[in-house]
């Protein structure tokens, strides 16, 4: 992380922590990184507790400055190296949104057991066959967003949890704009354990459900 920040000492860019309320030490963290590379560069926006990713999003946006916005997992589940790759498919394109996808050639995911691996795939195949949506991954959250699209799409959603990442893309897709995709490698939290139960599975159908019926 600190060699690619010397790398890039002339890009412009902020990044914007969202934190919770964890008790992991993030906030600790974050601001011995502000110690570094400065609270211009490193800006840490804390909610007193866990209000939902949706609303996440929402508190970040209005800290954003920029005209893009790159979401990505703070515990390096999604690795910074591939966000050349992501800004360098925007530029070739224009694309509104560039997200990143498991489930093409080049991408995978390191980490997860093979029961973990099927409900993902298979929530992916169920909202392919039904919503269309254009892309091959709709459950994953590394994406880069215009944010005249994102602050668009996010006002639009309703959808909370592990839906919502969903709702975003098909949003975004029925309301025309032009996603792109890159290949990535997901790789699962080495500490902690990512959640991932009955109620998840149930919420998804529920979304499901609710987004063939409104897009």
Same mark, same amino acid.
């Given at each position: %992380? ?8 002339? !890009? ?6 969202? *934190? ?15 110690? !570094? ?21 929402? #508190? ?11 979401? %990505?997992?703070?515990?390096?589940? #999604? #690795? ?5 790759? +992501?800004? =360098?498919?925007? %530029? ?13 050639? @080049?991408?995978?995911? #390191? @980490?997860w057991n093979l029961m973990r ?12 066959? +039904? ?5 091959? *991954? ?7 967003? =215009?944010?005249?699209? $994102? ?8 959808? =909370? @949890? ?23 490698? +997901?790789?699962?939290?080495?500490? @902690? ?10 919420e998804y159908l529920k979304g499901? $459900?609710?987004?063939? !019926?409104?897009?």
């Open positions: %992380m600190e060699a690619e920040g010397e790398k890039n000492k002339n !890009v412009n860019f902020e990044i914007i922590v969202v *934190d919770d309320g964890s008790p992991d030490g993030t906030q600790e963290i974050v601001k011995q990184l502000q110690q !570094v590379y400065g609270e211009d560069r490193i800006l840490l926006r804390p909610r007193p507790k866990k209000l939902g990713l949706g609303t996440a999003y929402i #508190h970040g946006l209005k800290y954003a400055t920029g005209n893009f916005v790159v979401i %990505m997992d703070a515990d390096l589940s #999604h #690795h910074p190296k591939y966000l050349p790759s +992501f800004i =360098k498919k925007q %530029m070739e394109t224009g694309a509104s949104i560039v997200t990143g996808t498991r489930y093409v050639k @080049g991408g995978g995911v #390191h @980490g691996k099927l409900t993902s795939r298979g929530a992916n195949v169920l909202a392919q066959t +039904f919503l269309w949506p254009g892309v091959s *991954d709709l459950t994953g959250s590394f994406r880069l967003y =215009k944010k005249s699209v $994102l602050e668009d799409v996010i006002s639009s959603c309703v959808s =909370k @949890g592990y839906v919502f990442q969903m709702e975003m893309i098909v949003r975004a897709s029925r309301k025309g704009y032009q996603i792109e995709e890159v290949p990535i490698t +997901f790789v699962d939290r080495v500490y @902690g354990s990512s959640k991932l139960g009955g109620s998840e599975i149930v499901l $459900l609710y987004l063939l !019926v409104t897009t």
